[in-house]
């Protein structure tokens, strides 16, 4: 089910709402809890429900594993390091399997020139996000962080729907104690407010902003027609926007929906276009993704304590990692390890104590980022490197045909003059909403800011209450959320 949806918004949420609620009110908490889990169990199989059971398998695991590890002796004589390995290793291969083993047959067939047949699984939705977060959850168990013994409670922190498909990834200390803390368990006018301001600002960032830059991203990368300079500058910039309006308005609405329940999430954005170097666009750009990295595979592998070319090569395979995690293709590797290559550079720049002037230092690090989308979205390596080549102007330079009079003795292979945007649909407002997008991202406040501060007066209802209708006016076509392929 869709956050950007009828039946999400006028039925499913009011009713989990309501319910929830009143059973709190009639001090059924236990009964809370569980409409909220059957609730979000509900909300998971509207997909497709054949995958309920792989949820419910994989919640029942690592329940059985984390509270092995909790405990303070050795269970059955079997080492807690061993358990721990057990249950890392299994949710590993579960999304493996899922997700990766098409790519494996399709790279074993290349390599060792056999043909076995793909599998072609579907990817169950949100497995990325509850398998990191199980993860952080057993390792938290072994550092004796957190201790679960209830398999409800266990079980709402999994599939808390809110975050249950696309993020942020949480950690179970942070969660539970917000369940079960009393004043949780009544309504709060202030963070009903607040959640419904928040949910308008992404829903609009998502069905109006997000998506109309899709449909000249979507046209350009799809495109097998050379790209001239303006279309693939524009289709590089359409997704980058994209990309951001649409996974911050889902986190938006997440956050804004918990935030109802009583129940604040953690930020999963702090405006990453704005950021003056590699390493501060990963403290902005999905903090928890960001946070699960550093806590449970960079620390473990050292971190920065062994030297600096360990250093270089922990900071390399944590983002190679990171890469592999979107996606089984090699697009998603080479992302990866462009911004391996970029953090281990912007390491080894602070470590000389060069310093840099603040544009230049925006600059490069936004066109690093717009540049390196490219592979993130790219279906395979010709359709990217048909983009960049358009960027570059090898396919030429395609002007308004208004400009002939003025500039026409330029006229030659490279420069042409005609209509700008043919090949991705583009309009002669699609350069307009480009740098409108531009200056929202650099200029304009971020959600977490409107809502740290926010305060129910006049202004913020109206403000609200438009940003919700033109949303709802422009949901007549659904799409998915990007981050749902992930």
């Known amino acids: 089910m869709l956050f950007n949806s009828y039946e999400f918004i006028f039925f499913f949420l009011p009713i989990t709402f309501g319910v929830y609620f009143w059973l709190n009110h009639k ?17 998971y199989s509207w997909w497709n429900v054949v995958y309920l059971p792989l949820i419910l398998g994989s919640i029942l695991v690592n329940f059985i594993l984390g509270t092995s590890l909790s405990k303070e002796e050795n269970t ?9 390995i057990t249950g890392i290793v299994a949710n590993i291969l579960l999304l493996g399997y899922f997700k990766y083993m098409d790519f494996f047959i399709t790279n074993a067939n290349v390599v060792l020139g056999s043909h076995w047949e793909l599998m072609h699984i579907i990817l169950p939705l949100g497995i990325s996000f509850f398998t990191f977060t199980q993860i952080a959850y ?20 999994v599939t808390f729907f809110p975050h249950l498909l696309a993020g942020p990834i949480l950690h179970h200390k942070e969660m539970m104690p917000q369940f079960d803390a009393v004043k949780n368990k009544v309504l709060n006018s202030k963070n009903i407010a607040a959640g419904l301001f928040l949910f308008s600002i992404g829903l609009f960032k998502k069905v109006v902003i997000a998506d109309t830059f899709a449909q000249w991203a979507n ?3 799809s495109s097998d027609s050379a790209l001239n300079f303006f279309e693939a500058w524009a289709t590089s910039l359409s997704y980058t926007f994209q990309l951001y309006f649409d996974f911050s308005g889902y986190t938006d609405m997440a956050l804004a929906v918990a935030l109802m329940f009583n129940i604040k999430l953690p930020a999963n954005f702090n405006s990453p276009y704005k950021a003056l170097d590699i390493q501060d666009f990963w403290r902005r750009w999905h903090i928890t993704l960001s946070r699960f990295l550093r806590d449970y595979i960079y620390i473990p592998l050292g971190g920065n304590r062994k030297g600096e070319w360990r250093t270089y090569t922990n900071l390399f395979s944590v983002f190679l990692i990171g890469g592999l995690w979107h996606g089984a293709s090699w697009m998603f590797v080479i992302w990866g390890a462009l911004h391996g290559i970029a953090i281990v550079m912007h390491r080894m720049w602070k470590q000389l104590e060069l310093t840099m002037n ?15 989308w490219i592979f993130f979205r790219a279906k395979d390596w010709d359709h990217a490197s048909n983009i960049l080549q358009g960027m570059g102007g090898v396919n030429g330079i395609m002007l308004p045909e208004k400009y002939m009079k ?24 699609t350069t307009t909403y480009l ?10 406040k971020n959600s977490m800011q409107w809502v740290t501060h926010f305060k129910p007066t006049l202004f913020t209802l109206g403000f609200a209450i438009a940003l919700f209708l033109t949303g709802i006016s422009m949901m007549s076509h659904v799409s998915e959320f990007l981050y749902f392929n992930f």
Do not use: C
């Open 435 to 444: 740098i409108l997008g531009l200056i929202m991202v650099l200029f304009f």
């Open 406 to 429: 003025y500039i026409g003795e330029f006229h030659s292979e490279i420069i042409q003059f005609g209509t700008v945007y043919e090949h991705i649909e583009g309009k002669s407002q």
């Open 138 to 157: 057993l390792v938290d168990a072994y550092r004796n962080e957190v201790k679960e013994i209830d398999y409800l409670n266990y079980t709402l922190f």
């Open 219 to 221: 046209a350009g990368f």
């Open 76 to 84: 059955k004589g079997i080492p807690r390091k061993t358990i721990l």
């Open 27 to 43: 001090r059924l908490t236990y009964a809370s809890k569980g409409w909220m889990v059957a609730a979000s169990l509900f909300f």
């Open 358 to 372: 603040t544009f230049l230092a925006w600059f490069i690090t936004f066109n690093f980022i717009n540049i390196t």
